[in-house]
């Protein structure tokens, strides 16, 4: 009972937020009337263009094969990305000297724009997958990297004291204190990676690939196919806030089981 209201407490927001979400793009389009109906597509429109329109078949094909390249992209840069900040941050936790020597490098990196980093990384890694996973691999990074790091950090100092009482290594109190004491720090970046990573996605497959949702959202704008935009729009945000709600039930199953409160009613 008390993971059901855990998972429920974590889905009934995130439904809200949805419900929200339509109530300003409604509102939206009621105060910018400039925003003509040719170009401004409301819920109805984009229901009407995947649903019931006499070609709503073959744009659902259209636009679930590009989905399909895009989720494929973005679970890529998700996997690299998410291993590579949990590697970089038990790092810089056991090893403080590697910390001081990649950390103002990263920061560097984080703080040039990705499209200006796009050529160098496309004339790397190519064109193709690789490009794309590089660049959505470094949205995910910086973010999930500081988040692991606060939770490595705050383990149980007596603990880690305890650990190193007995003879464990700095490496066997990371393994049996700071992860699991981490978890949840561990989860939140995932949820927030996971969107990040479908952004890195898009974004690589614009500049970079020129397949993908990414490359079909630009496109459908100089050919004002704006009905085909908005409606890979919606699947886009509702593909992200299903994954999203996804890694949030696993956190909350795992949580129950392993993390700070489990046992606890």
């Excluded at 744009?59 to 998700?78: K, P, V």
């Excluded at 103002?104 to 499209?115: I, N, Q, Y």
């Excluded at 990040?196 to 993908?212: K, N, Q, R, V």
Aim: glycine share 10%; aromatic share 8%; proline share 6%.
């Amino acid at each position: 009972m008390t993971v059901l209201r855990r998972v429920g407490g974590f889905l009934f927001p995130l439904l809200t937020s949805l419900l929200l979400m339509l109530l300003i793009w409604w509102v939206f389009l009621r105060a910018f009337p400039q925003v003509g109906p040719r170009v401004g597509k409301t819920p109805a429109d984009v229901w009407e263009y995947l649903v019931t329109s006499p070609g709503a078949a073959n744009a659902r094909s259209a636009i679930f094969d590009n989905l399909q390249i895009t989720l494929r992209d973005a679970a890529f840069g998700f996997v690299v990305g998410m291993g590579a900040a949990l590697v970089l941050a038990a790092l810089f936790v056991s090893i403080r000297a590697v910390e001081q020597t990649v950390m103002p490098v990263a920061m560097l990196l984080r703080s040039v724009p990705l499209v200006a980093l796009a050529p160098i990384i496309v004339l790397v890694f190519g064109r193709g997958l690789g490009g794309v996973t590089v660049m959505a691999a470094i949205v995910v990074l910086f973010p999930a990297l500081v988040m692991i790091m606060t939770g490595l950090r705050n383990a149980p100092a007596q603990a880690m004291d305890l650990v190193a009482a007995y003879g464990g290594s700095r490496w066997t109190a990371l393994r049996m204190v700071a992860i699991p004491a981490a978890l949840p720090s561990v989860f939140a970046a995932a949820r927030i990676s996971v969107p990040g990573a479908l952004i890195g996605a898009l974004i690589g497959e614009w500049l970079g690939s020129g397949e993908g949702l990414g490359a079909s959202l630009i496109r459908a704008i100089p050919t004002f196919r704006y009905s085909e935009l908005w409606a890979s729009i919606v699947i886009v945000t509702l593909v992200s806030v299903l994954l999203y709600a996804i890694v949030g039930v696993l956190e909350n199953l795992v949580l129950a089981r392993f993390g700070p409160d489990a046992g606890r009613r």
